[in-house]
């Protein structure tokens, strides 16, 4: 039904962002929500999932990274929690990398993924994603531009959206005593190195 939304950004959360269109808030997930300001204008290229009791619009910056969710809702056992969790990692070519030489040890690392599930992803997408319009780094990479509070309250966002990603309370609190030892950083910077530390 929707392909993108053009509108203002109104409400930052750690699970979700809310775009307001013609005076309409559409609340959409995203795989990383702190990658968003408040009052920034975006173009967002979103996906319609609806459910037996819900409807939900899943956001993305860019065309590569939706087909990449849809690709990921493909394979069995994979829900858009799970995709989003994944493709919350800015690394994507890693992720591509990883499909492509079936490095199972990689995948399991996601939230929500086993080992009967990253064999599933690679053997339902080996060969299948490289041929992607758009799939080069630059169009993954992530601006870092939020204004850095004085407080630590970035940190305790970001630990939010792990928590709200799926990962468990003992791999976030391990992550965030990595993180207090890192230069002050706005919520985005914190929640890439976050994950960085939990895929590797």
Known sequence: MYDYLKG???IVTPTHVVIEVNDIGYKIFTANPFEFNEQEKVTLYVEQIVRENEIS????TNITAKMLFNKLLNVSGIGPKSALAILANTDHTALITAIESENIEYLVKFP??????????????KGKLTEMPGISPDLFSTSINAPVNSE???LQDALAALSALGYGKVDIKRVE?????EPKADTQAYLSLGLKLLIG
């Not at 929500?112 to 997408?125: E, F, M, R």
């Not at 005593?177 to 030892?181: A, E, P, S, T």
């Open 8 to 10: 203002i950004i109104t």
């Open 57 to 60: 619009l899943y956001g993305f």
């Open 112 to 125: 929500g993924i086993g080992k009967k599930t990253a064999k599933q992803i690679a053997l339902d997408l």
């Open 152 to 154: 630590n309250v970035q």
């Open 177 to 181: 005593k990595q993180l207090i030892k």
